[in-house]
């Protein structure tokens, strides 16, 4: 997901689809394109995409990232980025895509489900939030923008299952943004620090261990009812984590998460 101020939308390419605006796509087994635009990506995986393959797949959070993903840290980035991890076969395939299509549908990342749609956050800077905004941008192979099958963005998304994941893909967004400036200091992206935001935004295994098997719940006060939640709810402990981030790395105030004094 993008997240941008108003001034940059034109900057954006593609196609920019308004509420109510219908346009053209269907994809399916029979286009002669089918499964090319799961080949050779950089595909972003957010932290909850990581959370529903994870549970997809029924292994730990650590085995997912182990076999699946390539943590990369760019020039200038003080956040790694985690990719899907292409397999070695001729094409660099997607790890999940067979003949038939993919094997982890039901829990395929945000990115997969709106394609060839791309998601962005226009901030609102006087009225201090987001609004989505949605660009249509088929490659050119796709044949899929060729059908005869005209629906706006909301019966898309409603198709597709993508609603669901909008609260908590646009609140790591907005959590992400913060690390365009450096937090980490002397000790770098690969401190201590570092390590830990980067296990409660990605590894809801170790992350709920940490909260639940250390003096996690000594050292800050969390409202009872929120330590409820966050038991029995991956999404509300992954909620919860970028929570914790931004008080343990940035030093925000919050209203579920407090220091013990």
């Not at 076999?67 to 790890?95: A, K, N, T, W």
């Not at 969390?222 to 029995?232: E, N």
Request: charged fraction near 25%.
């Amino acid at each position: 997901m993008k997240y941008f101020d108003a001034s940059d939308e034109k900057k954006i390419p593609g196609r920019s689809i308004g509420p109510g605006e219908r346009f053209n796509f269907h994809c399916h087994a029979g286009l002669a394109c089918f499964n090319q635009c799961c080949r050779n990506l950089n595909l972003l995986l957010y932290p909850y995409d990581v959370l529903r393959l994870r549970r997809h797949l029924k292994i730990t959070s650590d085995k997912f990232i182990d076999h699946y993903v390539d943590i990369v840290l760019r020039p200038g980035h003080h956040f790694p980025e985690v990719l899907l991890r292409m397999s070695d076969q001729p094409g660099q395939p997607c790890c999940f895509s067979t003949a038939q299509g993919c094997r982890v549908y039901e829990d395929r990342p945000h990115t997969c489900r709106l394609f060839p749609v791309e998601q962005g956050a226009r901030m609102e800077a006087v009225e201090g939030y987001a609004t989505p905004v949605y660009f249509f941008r088929p490659p050119e192979f796709c044949q899929g923008s060729s059908e005869d099958f005209a629906q706006t963005i909301d019966e898309y998304l409603k198709d597709q299952e993508a609603e669901e994941y909008y609260p908590l893909t646009l609140a790591w967004a907005q959590l992400r943004r913060l690390f365009a400036t450096d937090p980490w200091g002397l000790e770098g992206p690969q401190g201590a620090k570092a390590k830990m935001a980067f296990m409660a935004a990605y590894n809801i295994d170790r992350f709920r261990e940490f909260v639940f098997q250390s003096s996690f719940l000594k050292r800050y006060h969390v409202a009872p009812a929120t330590v409820k939640k966050v038991k029995r709810s991956d999404e509300a402990l992954l909620k919860f984590g970028f929570e914790w981030i931004r008080v343990f790395v940035w030093g925000q105030s919050s209203k579920e998460i407090r220091v013990r004094r």
